[in-house]
């Protein structure tokens, strides 16, 4: 679908609205307290989702972390920026990699220089770690963070007993520690986050905070850990919802909280199968890694007082696919002269806009393994136990009813063949638009 402009109108006179996204790693539909943990304590989450707009049916465009930043970063979906499938031959890159997101994509931030957006990435990258493909080659000024995943260049010791994950920490294209201490990272992040800020009060500014967790290994500071209930991961959560808080508190404390919207998401479900060290999908079927919806909806919340209306549940389908269109018409920009897949939601963030019928397409790699239409999602392939489960096929596919269902227990395929036929079409179509953009 291509993405379409509305409901906003940029002043000449006016600086345009600075724009936060924080997105974490494999946190789960249900590990926040606003989304229904009972033990995990998030309080400033909890104040942001209140003063702002709570989403329950917000997608990520992949279960795993790679393919997931492209979409975000985009408003692509990874089979078109090929960061998935083709020369990725794994879910995410590695790094031994020598590819990364190709300099031609255009990404939010080289949307934002249109007016002038000052722009700093910080945290998990996971897009390509070689020069030609970091954070300050994709239109972002400052880069302070890992350049992919928490767990990568693990080194063992002599003995084979123990070791080491070996991640180096970056500022721009320049490693300043390695390995870097990740008891501290959080807070780190959150200090480089302030700073920008406070240095950018007087310009326009785009910040894209990209938590290293709660990803496994998981690590608090001690002023976090040994603080919840639900146990390390608790306590990272909890220093995930701190972080925020502070941003949020930065934002007042300088009088920009009434000119910036800050989108709190994270980039994939729970990692099921780290038990205990993993997080939880809620009521939502399965985790990381699969298309079942525990893998791919997600907790978002959004805040930007006087303009989005305050202690609201919105329960339209959106994406971090609609990120890029809905900042460009923010920022008064242009869009981008390529096929996008996502929609511009002002209308949806200023509480202005009805329900509708929309359709999503969930990716396991480069196969189309399920396509949602308004209520209903059709299977045609199934896999769990992320990463080496066994692929199912199924014709008929599965359907389900998400709006009665959302925990995907009740296939009702023989019931309603009509809604098969129009999910086909809708496959077909977009696997179409596909092949021609490839």
């Not at 707009?53 to 465009?61: A, G, I, S």
């Not at 700093?120 to 890992?146: C, N, R, V």
């Not at 240095?199 to 002023?223: E, G, R, T, V």
């Amino acid at each position: 679908m291509n993405a379409k402009q509305e409901g906003f109108s940029s002043s000449t006179k006016e600086k345009p609205p600075n724009i936060i996204v924080i997105f974490v790693d494999d946190m789960g539909y249900g590990d926040l307290s606003c989304f229904g943990h009972p033990t995990i304590i998030t309080p400033h989450l909890d104040k942001m989702a209140e003063e702002g707009m709570r989403f329950t049916q917000f997608y990520v465009p992949a279960s795993v972390c790679t393919p997931s930043r492209a979409g975000l970063l985009t408003g692509r979906y990874p089979i078109r920026t090929g960061m998935v499938g083709g020369i990725m031959k794994r879910d995410v890159l590695f790094p031994d990699d020598d590819f990364g997101l190709m300099q031609e994509e255009v990404t939010i931030a080289e949307m934002l220089k249109q007016k002038d957006y000052a722009t700093m990435a910080i945290g998990k990258w996971h897009l390509g770690h070689l020069p030609e493909f970091l954070p300050t080659s994709q239109g972002f000024d400052i880069y302070y963070g890992i350049p992919y995943s928490n767990d990568m260049d693990y080194q063992r010791s002599k003995d084979g007993q123990s070791g080491i994950f070996n991640v180096p920490l970056m500022e721009n294209e320049n490693i300043i520690e390695r390995p870097v201490d990740q008891h501290t990272i959080t807070k780190r992040y959150t200090e480089k986050s302030l700073e920008f800020i406070s240095n950018n009060k007087n310009n326009a500014f785009f910040l894209y905070l990209a938590h290293s967790m709660p990803h496994i290994p998981l690590f608090a500071s001690d002023d976090f850990q040994g603080n919840s209930k639900r146990g390390l991961y608790g306590d990272v959560v909890e220093e995930l919802d701190w972080s925020t808080g502070q941003i949020i508190k930065k934002l007042k404390e300088l009088n920009l909280d009434k000119n910036t919207i800050v989108i709190f998401t994270s980039d994939n479900g729970p990692w099921l199968s780290k038990k205990e060290r993993g997080g939880s999908s809620g009521l939502l079927k399965d985790g990381k890694g699969t298309t079942w919806e525990g893998g791919m909806r997600v907790p978002m919340i959004a805040w930007w007082p006087k303009t989005i209306p305050g202690n609201l549940v919105n329960e339209n389908l959106t994406s971090t696919l609609d990120f890029l269109p809905t900042f460009t018409n923010l920022s008064g920009s242009k869009l981008p002269n390529t096929e996008l897949d996502g929609m511009d939601i002002t209308k949806i963030l200023k509480g202005e806009a009805s329900a509708y019928q929309r359709s999503f397409i969930y990716y396991r790699r480069n196969q189309v393994y399920a396509v949602r239409h308004g209520k209903w999602k059709a299977h045609f392939i199934t896999q769990t136990n992320y990463p080496a489960g066994p692929k199912n096929f199924h014709d008929p596919p599965l359907l389900y009813d998400l709006e009665a269902d959302p925990s995907e227990k009740y296939d009702i395929s023989e019931n309603h063949p009509e809604v098969l036929e129009k999910i086909k079409t809708i496959k077909a179509e977009h696997e179409a638009s596909v092949g021609n953009e490839n």
